[in-house]
Every structure is written in structure tokens, then in C-alpha cells.
């Protein structure tokens, strides 16, 4: 009969293999980045791993023996992985065979990772139909069930249709998710949210991308990635002017940074900013190109980091916020032009998912911002990189909540197609490989979830590493949606590939998860791994 795995078994490998980890660590602090990108990627994404793998463990520590069971297998995927590194590339990293560790590590993996452990957690997920019940304080299961019900009765029915037809995320939507206070819940109660902070707003997001990533559980980020810049360097007049109608949901955002021949290098955009005065008002005239900025035509403002000083020699610090005000397009294309002659357009660009609140490419043509729309006005300009970045954080913790929604749907549906799908004579689920593979399925998400949850809860501590935490979540759970949407599409055989089912809507929508936020690479090279590293 199989044993539960110890906890101070897990607890005692997490030890081991934070010591070799540590080790690699070291050795990678005396060379360059860019002298070993493919190391440092590979320790970036171990890290995470053994991350996620101890907050697993400790979320499990109250939840029960199935996350336990998860806890322990997760780990010894963890310290698979490492071994592996040891015998492959072991010298690269400063690790020799003499490091291994003894005979109890190697027996817990072996233990832990038993085909029959993996086949009992994929029936025990059969079993609840693939939902997701992990307990959580009593507030956050509220927050939860509220959600799901909103979800489920108001935009379950329409997201299949939004997706094949490319269509725009229905106002009802907005509307109802600002009466709710859904767009809020991390704003402070001074300025109009609830303040409820991050764990509810990871949450909500997570439910809501459950159901639609594109028609739904995006529509919280763009206003939180402003959210956040305006309460890391706004002024009290900006604050007091924005918060509230972000909170409510009566504005909508677009969030305006990559450019045609920009994307992770954010430090190097051109779009530029000039001074200049339109009657009578000072301000500034905003000219060049933008790219992939997600719900552009719908949004009331956009939030664009633009170029104040000429000297692109000064990279980063050259660079500004800017609060910019445009009317509201339904449609796949727009165009806007001001009495001063200024002019915006934008037009979507076709993708095979994430569709709901389609990506422009936009063209600022002088296009006037008064001066009080610069975040942080005068004491902002040189901070827009920053400020940026502090928003990106929040929209990178949203990004992994985002991804956890699009994975927990396929389980869902994965696990409902193999209980009531029948071949050679047997419901599929009887089959030992799909048990295992529902039990590996729900083990990455298990992971995924613990630390999106931890790194929520660091976040709203407003803890030091919060920003590395944000973007190592997002950095695990982008991943695991990509694998779990796969999987399951291969677990609904020729089906999955037809867009009846669901799952097929998951795949393409997982696609663009480890794409937008931080591209992987760049999250694993310059921000994770430097992180790791400083």
C-alpha cells in the first residue's frame, strides 16, 4: 500500500537542495549575466521552482494530505531537475559529484515520484471533477464563491462567442464588474477601493480568467498597473482625481509602453514628448509609434511612457508617464484628432487568442497632454521607467494569477471530458496514464497557485523582494498554463483541436501568457536571475 510522504521529508530535501541551489548561486556572482545567459536561465527557473515548491509545502502544512502528497511530489520533480543539472552541467555552475547528496534525497525522490502517487492524486482531482477547493481563510473562500458566481452565470455564456467572433468585451461586463467593486480591490478606501488588497485581487482575477483570460480576467490588470504607478509617485491632485474612477471601474485603461522596434528593452524607447503650449494650456506633444497596446480602442486613457529628455544616451532616466485622455472606440480601428491638430490612431492586430480586448499598434501624431497628466508632474519627469516599473510588478503577480484561471480551466474540462468520454469498452479515466497525467496536471498548478498566493500576500506586506516574487510567479505559472493547456488538449484526442471545446480557446489564449508582462527570457535573464544574483 503507498505511504503519504512524510512532511519533514519534503521539509528535510527543501534543505538539501536550497544548499546546492545557494552554491550555484555563488558561483554565477563572479561572471557577467550575458557571459552565461543559458546558465543563469536555467538557475533562474530552478529557484522559482524550489520556490513555488516550498510555498507548496507550507500552504499544505494546514491544507491536508492531497496538497501534502503535492507538496512532496513537487519537490522531488524539483530535486530530479537538480540532480540532473549536477551529472549534465554540474561545472558549469560550480557543482561536482562530491555535492550530490546522500542516499535519503535520492530514496525521497524515488519515493515521491512513484507512478501509483501520481495516479492516486489524478483520481482523487477526478473526483471533485477537476474544481478547485483548496481551502483558504473564510474571507477569501467568500471572495472566491462570489466571484465564481458572477463568472460563471454572466460570462461563461458568452466567451466562447467572443472569442471565435474577435468581438469586443461587452459593456455589461465593465459595468457590472465596477459595481462590484471588482477593478478596486487593491486601491486604498481614501481613494474609492475597497482595499482589500492583493490576495482578493489575485483571487478575483484568477476566477475570472477561469472563464475567459481575454473577455474577463484581463480587464483588472491595465487599471492596476496604473493603479499602482500613480500611488508610487503620483501627486495627491492625480491620486485623488484617477483612483477613484479606476476603482469604479468608470474608467477603463490602456497600458502604452513597447514600441515597433522596442520590447523588453523598455529603456530604449523613442516615442518622445515636447514641451508645448496649446491655448494657453502648457503641456506636452506626444510623437511616434506604439505596439501591442492591449484594449487601446476601448479605453478612456492611456497610460504611455514616452521620451522627456532628447538625450537618449541618459536611457531610463530620460523617460516619463503620461495620463492620456482619448474617447472611447468600439471597433477594430480608430482615429482621433484634436482642435490643435494633434492626432492618435490605432488599429488591432490579429491573434489567434487572447481575443475580448484586442492590441493596437498606435501612431501619436503631436498629440497634446496637458502638464497635470504627467505622473508626478514636474517631480515625475525622469521617474516614468520607474514608475512603470513599480506598475508591471502588480501586473506580473496579475499575469501568474491569470495564468492559474486558464490552467484550472483545462483541468476542469480535461477531467470532465476523460469521466464521461468512453474508448476500448472504458471510461478513459480508468486508464493508469490519463490518472497520471490529471495527477501531474494538478501538481504544477498546485505549485503554480501556492506562489502566486505567497507572492500576493508578500506584495501587500509591501516586503522588499516583492517585485522578484511578482515575477517569479509570473515566471512559473506561465509556463505550467502552456503545459496543462497542451495536455489537456491531447487528453480530448482529436477533439481538443476543434473549436466545440473549450480547451481549444485555452490553448491559444496560454500561448500569450509567457509573451506579455516580461517576455520569459527577459524575466529569467533580467529580472529574476539578476535578482538572484545582485
Not at 519533514?8 to 552565461?36: G, Y
Request: glycine share 10%; with cysteine.
Amino acid at each position: 500500500m503507498l505511504s503519504p510522504i512524510p512532511v519533514k521529508h519534503t521539509e528535510e530535501t527543501l534543505e538539501a537542495l536550497d544548499a546546492l541551489m545557494q552554491k550555484a548561486i555563488a558561483h554565477a556572482r563572479v561572471r557577467e549575466i550575458d557571459e552565461q545567459q543559458v546558465g543563469v536561465a536555467r538557475i533562474a527557473d530552478l529557484a522559482t521552482r524550489l520556490r513555488a515548491a516550498r510555498d507548496l509545502l507550507e500552504y499544505a502544512r494546514e491544507a491536508g494530505e492531497l496538497y501534502q502528497e503535492q507538496a512532496g511530489v513537487f519537490t522531488a520533480q524539483v530535486a530530479a531537475d537538480i540532480l540532473q543539472l549536477i551529472g549534465v552541467h554540474g561545472p558549469e555552475h560550480g557543482l561536482e559529484d562530491a555535492d550530490l547528496p546522500g542516499s535519503e534525497p535520492q530514496s525521497f525522490v524515488r519515493e515521491a515520484l512513484r507512478d501509483e502517487r501520481l495516479r492516486s492524486i489524478g483520481r482523487q482531482v477526478a473526483a471533485q471533477r477537476g474544481r478547485n477547493n483548496c481551502p483558504l481563510e473564510e474571507d477569501y473562500e467568500l471572495t472566491r464563491d462570489a466571484v465564481r458566481t458572477f463568472a460563471e452565470s454572466e460570462v461563461t455564456p458568452h466567451a466562447e462567442r467572443i472569442h471565435r467572433n474577435d468581438e469586443l468585451v461587452p459593456e455589461e461586463f465593465i459595468q457590472k464588474m465596477g459595481e462590484l467593486g471588482y477593478f478596486g480591490l487593491s486601491v486604498p478606501e481614501e481613494y474609492g477601493g475597497s482595499g482589500m488588497g492583493e490576495l482578493p485581487m489575485v483571487i478575483t482575477t484568477e476566477e475570472l480568467s477561469r472563464v475567459s483570460l481575454a473577455a474577463a480576467g484581463s480587464l483588472i490588470t491595465r487599471p492596476e498597473i496604473l493603479s499602482k504607478a500613480l500611488l508610487a509617485g503620483g501627486t495627491l491632485a492625480q491620486k485623488q482625481e484617477w483612483l477613484p474612477k479606476l476603482a469604479s471601474g468608470e474608467i477603463m485603461v490602456g497600458i502604452s509602453v513597447t514600441e515597433p522596434n522596442v520590447g523588453s528593452d523598455v529603456a530604449s524607447v523613442k516615442c518622445r514628448a515636447e514641451p508645448h503650449t496649446e491655448d494657453g494650456v502648457d503641456g506636452y506633444r506626444i510623437t511616434g509609434p506604439k505596439s501591442w497596446c492591449t484594449f487601446a480602442g476601448r479605453a478612456d486613457v492611456l497610460a504611455v511612457l514616452c521620451r522627456t529628455d532628447p538625450d537618449s544616451s541618459r536611457g531610463a532616466r530620460g523617460l516619463s508617464l503620461f495620463i492620456v485622455e482619448k474617447p472611447a472606440f468600439h471597433g477594430h480601428e480608430f482615429e482621433v484628432t484634436q482642435p490643435g491638430g494633434g492626432k492618435l490612431s490605432g488599429k488591432a492586430d490579429a491573434t489567434p487568442g487572447y481575443r475580448g480586448m484586442h492590441s493596437f499598434t498606435l501612431n501619436f501624431e503631436g498629440y497634446f497632454v496637458p502638464k497635470q497628466n504627467l505622473v508626478g508632474e514636474e517631480q515625475g519627469l525622469g521617474r516614468g521607467f520607474y514608475l512603470q516599473m513599480d506598475g508591471f510588478a502588480a501586473g506580473r503577480l496579475q499575469t501568474g494569477a491569470r495564468a492559474c484561471g486558464v490552467a484550472q480551466a483545462a483541468l476542469e474540462k480535461s477531467t470532465e471530458y476523460v469521466l464521461d468520454r468512453a474508448q476500448f469498452g472504458r471510461s478513459v479515466i480508468e486508464f493508469q496514464l490519463t490518472q497520471y497525467k490529471l495527477g501531474w496536471m494538478a501538481t504544477q498548478l498546485a505549485a503554480a497557485r501556492a506562489i502566486t498566493y505567497a507572492a500576493a500576500a508578500a506584495m501587500h506586506r509591501e516586503e522588499p523582494a516583492a517585485a522578484l516574487y511578482a515575477a517569479q510567479c509570473k515566471l512559473l505559472a506561465c509556463d505550467v498554463a502552456v503545459e496543462v493547456t497542451l495536455e489537456g488538449q491531447l487528453l480530448h484526442g482529436g477533439w481538443g483541436y476543434a473549436e466545440e471545446y473549450a480547451i481549444s480557446r485555452y490553448v491559444v489564449d496560454a500561448q500569450v501568457l509567457p509573451i506579455f508582462e516580461g517576455v520569459k527570457p527577459i524575466l529569467q535573464l533580467k529580472v529574476v536571475g539578476r535578482s538572484l544574483l545582485s
